[in-house]
């Protein structure tokens, strides 16, 4: 699969449509294979005892499947979520950011699949898993 948009060129877009998380999430690297993204972990991200919240993980799974699916189909905004799956496997460190690492399992005319796993930045282990699915406009 050959992409239509680079990292610099998804992150520019991405503040065009969605300027309310601009600065929150980093393209680190984006190629046919996959993505990796960076969520940097601010306060408001943190629940009660410090963890990262679930709502921000899912936030970061459903941006980095978003990412890999523009980067594949290019200026495509009215691609949306219509089914995900969400482990949580163990509790992400506190003040660190996340990682996720990305990658396209099938893209269709209509449907892409996208599967993502979740680190706290320097972890060997996973903090969470996400399998995600987006609706893919028809060509008009």
């Keep these: 699969m050959e992409l239509k948009l680079t990292g610099a060129d998804l992150t520019t877009y ?14 680190e690297s984006l190629d046919p294979g996959g993505v990796r993204m960076r969520m940097r972990v601010q306060e408001q991200h943190l629940r ?5 919240s679930g709502p921000s993980m899912f936030g970061l799974a459903d941006v980095t499947v978003y990412a890999l ?21 163990r509790k992400p460190e ?8 990305g990658r396209l ?7 892409a699949v996208g599967d993502v796993l979740i680190y706290s930045e320097g972890g060997a ?3 969470a898993r ?4 987006y609706s893919i406009p028809p060509k008009r």
């Design 48 to 52: 009660p005892g410090g963890t990262v």
């Design 130 to 133: 996400s399998t995600m699915t």
């Design 94 to 101: 506190g003040g660190r950011d996340l990682i996720a690492e």
């Design 14 to 27: 991405l503040a065009e449509v969605f300027p309310q998380i601009d600065g929150q999430f980093v393209i």
């Design 125 to 127: 282990a996973p903090v």
């Design 69 to 89: 699916v523009l980067g594949h189909l290019g200026r495509e905004a009215l691609a949306v979520t219509t089914n995900a799956s969400f482990d949580f496997m």
């Design 105 to 111: 399992l099938k893209l269709g005319r209509s449907l």
